[in-house]
Structures are given as structure tokens and as C-alpha cells.
């Protein structure tokens, strides 16, 4: 799932710097969705790139009911788990270094004018995701420097962001409970 979210964002973000950057369908080619760097230390985007740095568990927003209504009454399935999902955007064009902060720039710009992913705005979003939401998620000095120590490279124009409300439900019963068909009554004198 988490691959299909990263691949709508990818295309949506493709089709805006089509727009907006005057690339007249080459935005595609512009976005790579990949590890930062290689065994080398040496950067493997050429543009743009997305990575994943973190999957959370959204535990606030988490159902108590695990219980599902069926034809023949209720079945018990383990809750569903909401996450969020950290993209780090990273913008490397060797030598143009104006063309990666205009493009991460771009980046910003997009998620500013479309914060809300859902199926009417997005029609390649899973349909299983009702909305996915963007915010852009700001980190210290302190936190960007252990980061990019993290991944192994030089600091590269940069924004990360959650995306929240991703819904993992696998719908496998645990237990069935049946429905109450007929109901007696017994009064101990």
C-alpha cells in the first residue's frame, strides 16, 4: 500500500511541475523515488527524489471496536492501524544549484495548492485510502544534521512531509459471533 501511495504522489507531483516548471510532460522524468545515496556516498537522484524516512503508527485516531456487522451477525477482526508516512523531497541538479531550490521551491508550492489526497481529487489513489493528508513536517538544525548523517551524504535541498491517514485492514476474521435469533425469557420465583 505504501508503494501505491508513493507512486500516486510521485505522478501528481509529475503533472504540477509539467505545469508549473513549463516541462511539457517531462516531469516524469524529472522524479525518482529512491534511497538517497549509493554505497558511495554519491547522491542517486538527478532531480527530484523521494524517499522514505519513517513509518509511524497513528495511535491517537485508533478504532476500540473490532467487531465488523456480517449476514449472519458479527465477526471480530484486529483493528485496523492508521499511519503516517514521512517523504523526504529532495531536489539535486550537479552544478545548478538555482535549479534545485526553484524546483524543491515547486515541491512546496504543490503540496500548498493540494494538501488533501482523496479519490475525487486523485483519481489513481487506492480506493481503500478515503483522504490522505500532506503536511509539511519541519525539523531543527539538529534533526536535519542526524538525518543526513542518517542516510550518508551531504545536505541537499530539501523539505520532508507526513502523510497521514493511510489505513492498513486486512479484514481477516478472528472470531465469528453469531445473530441472536430467537430470545427467552425464564423468571426464577
Not at 507512486?7 to 504540477?16: D, H, N, R, V
Not at 491517514?165 to 425464564?186: R, Y
Amino acid at each position: 500500500m505504501i508503494d501505491k501511495v508513493i507512486s500516486t504522489i510521485s505522478k501528481e507531483l509529475a503533472t504540477y511541475l509539467d505545469v508549473a516548471a513549463g516541462l511539457d510532460g517531462d516531469g516524469a522524468s524529472k522524479i525518482m523515488v529512491s534511497h538517497l545515496f549509493n554505497a558511495s556516498g554519491e547522491p542517486i537522484p538527478t532531480d527530484i527524489g523521494i524517499t522514505l524516512v519513517n513509518i509511524e503508527e497513528d495511535r491517537v485516531n485508533r478504532p476500540n471496536d473490532p467487531y465488523i456487522k456480517t449476514v449472519d451477525g458479527f465477526t471480530k477482526v484486529n483493528p485496523e492501524i492508521k499511519l503516517n508516512i514521512y517523504l523526504l523531497f529532495s531536489a539535486n541538479f550537479t552544478g545548478l544549484y538555482d535549479e534545485a531550490l526553484k524546483f524543491i521551491s515547486h515541491v512546496i508550492q504543490f503540496f500548498q495548492s493540494k494538501s488533501v489526497f482523496t479519490t475525487a481529487n486523485t483519481p489513481d489513489l487506492d480506493p481503500s485510502i478515503e483522504k490522505l493528508i500532506a503536511e509539511l513536517h519541519p525539523m531543527s538544525f539538529e534533526q536535519q544534521n542526524y538525518l543526513w548523517g542518517m542516510v550518508g551524504g551531504k545536505y541537499l535541498p530539501s523539505a520532508m512531509y507526513r502523510f497521514r491517514m493511510i489505513v492498513v485492514q486486512e479484514g481477516l476474521s478472528v472470531e465469528a459471533v453469531e445473530k441472536i435469533k430467537t430470545v427467552q425469557e425464564t423468571i426464577n420465583k
